[in-house]
């Protein structure tokens, strides 16, 4: 709260407070706002007769503030996103992934010697433990690449038991070079890690790091090289990547990022809580949204498909994907870059036709009463998926397209929760509305209760089933 309060002295903010009157009991309540907050402690003071104390009720988190943060700003009404200050639209034209890292984890951009060092650093722990090359040898061939990468972070965390709070001492990240140690092998590990899950997933042997190229087409290397010894990366390729990567590497208190604090508030090593928010990032309404845009768009199919479509979606008959946004309620401004990217992309490799669908079913949304009502603008993942398919990925790698810039956004978050002492180990209250204390009853005594305990067999087990029946 003395941040909040030192935000509000910064901005010249009148000092007042916000008025409750307890219809309960008719006291009245003045609850200090600063910068157009009031702290939630404060609503302690507010009890009913029994001496409860009022809570506030936000499920997702839709209007809590938890934490403050200097990495990030969004103002979603604006579509406006800002880098530690700098706007996202100057960065994605004149920085570079790594360069927009370092921003993002140290707070500034870095100088040429401090710029140098930070890759080479970073270039070096992209070789990993020769222990993850036979992890990752043991997943089935289908198996999805990002539940491969889930769990080799977790693996990396038992790897490097110096690097464990749980082994080596709670205070262990307090130090900065073993802070930096565990910033500078996680930024370069992701990579080959990633590599090393997509070559496994179409039975290829693994490429080694190559020393002498960037980190973007580092990672293109060691996905696609096969036995040329002079394979370098398209550069136009190498440049829309590198920007997508720095429109995904930061984006507020997201799921995934929330996570990374939620984990680190329990003292767990940073591996642990990065695989705790790739986890997050996995899910369908988080990182795999630009792959239920993708499977929405081949689902239309034509755009003669798309009013129909339209319909349904309004009667929510169909799910419109890549639309929409829990903070921006117009453009995202990193869709409008994509965009642009995505007819970079077609000039090399051929247009795809779902850009064809995108393009009209943009058109129509934007012009629609419906969708501008409730603020249904492109969002990030509208052409990501796009272009990620005309670049000849397969749909199971978007999420770790994804999850490799955003790491060092998850880092950013990690540093700031380390060295912020307001924070402690994430616990929120919930509305218990189960039964009161009631006895135990024996097995014999009990009544038959409507819970559905069955479960999807398979012809396996129905032919087993039937068969052991007596």
């Not at 988080?286 to 081949?298: I, S």
């Not at 090399?348 to 603008?377: H, M, Q, T």
Request: proline share 5%; charged share 20%.
């Amino acid at each position: 709260m003395i941040r909040i309060q030192q935000l509000g002295q910064q901005f010249n903010a009148t000092k007042s407070t916000l008025t409750i009157q307890d219809s309960r009991s008719g006291k009245k309540y003045e609850i200090p706002i600063s910068n157009n907050f009031i702290k939630a402690s404060d609503l302690e003071k507010i009890k009913d007769d029994n001496g409860s104390i009022i809570r506030s009720y936000d499920p997702g988190y839709m209007n809590t503030v938890n934490c403050t943060s200097k990495i990030s700003f969004i103002d979603g009404d604006n579509g406006i996103l800002e880098y530690r200050g700098y706007p996202i639209e100057q960065l994605a034209e004149k920085s570079t992934y790594l360069e927009v890292a370092f921003l993002l984890i140290y707070g500034e951009l870095p100088t040429p010697l401090q710029y140098d060092k930070w890759c080479k650093k970073i270039q070096t722990h992209t070789f990993v433990h020769q222990d993850l090359y036979g992890l990752l040898s043991q997943f089935r061939y289908d198996a999805h690449p990002m539940g491969m990468v889930i769990s080799s972070l977790s693996a990396v965390s038992t790897l490097h038991p110096e690097a464990n709070p749980a082994l080596s001492g709670q205070n262990i990240y307090a130090d900065q070079k073993s802070r930096n140690k565990q910033i500078h092998r996680m930024i370069g590990s992701i990579t080959t890690i990633t590599a090393l899950a997509y070559r496994n997933r179409i039975g290829r042997q693994p490429n080694q790091p190559h020393q002498q190229l960037g980190y973007v087409d580092n990672f293109l290397y060691m996905m696609d090289r096969l036995n040329e010894s002079n394979y370098t990366p398209h550069p136009t390729i190498t440049k829309v990547l590198d920007i997508l990567f720095i429109l995904h590497a930061e984006h507020e208190l997201n799921c995934s990022t929330s996570a990374v604090r939620h984990l680190t508030s329990s003292g767990v090593d940073i591996y642990t809580a990065i695989a705790g928010a790739a986890a997050a990032l996995y899910g369908p309404k988080h990182g795999g949204a630009n792959e239920a845009v993708l499977r929405m768009l081949e689902k239309i199919g034509s755009k003669q498909n798309i009013p129909q479509f339209i319909e349904n979606v309004k009667n929510k008959k169909a799910l419109l994907f890549g639309f929409g946004h829990r903070v921006y309620k117009s453009y995202d401004p990193r869709a409008k870059i994509v965009k642009q990217l995505a007819y970079q992309v077609f000039d090399l490799v051929g247009k795809d036709p779902l850009i064809e669908i995108a393009l009209e079913l943009e058109n129509i949304a934007l012009n629609d009463k419906y969708f501008k009502d409730r603020s249904l603008y492109p969002n990030v993942d509208f052409y990501t998926g796009i272009i990620y398919k005309a670049l000849g990925f397969p749909t199971d790698m978007f999420p770790l397209l994804f999850a490799i810039p955003r790491i060092s956004g998850w880092l950013a978050h990690w540093c700031e929760f380390l060295d912020d002492p307001e924070n402690k180990i994430v616990r929120p209250r919930q509305n218990y509305q189960g039964y009161k204390t009631r006895d135990y009853v024996p097995i014999d005594q009990r009544k038959q209760t409507d819970a559905y305990i069955h479960a999807p067999s398979t012809s396996f087990s129905t032919r087993r089933n039937v068969s052991v029946k007596k």
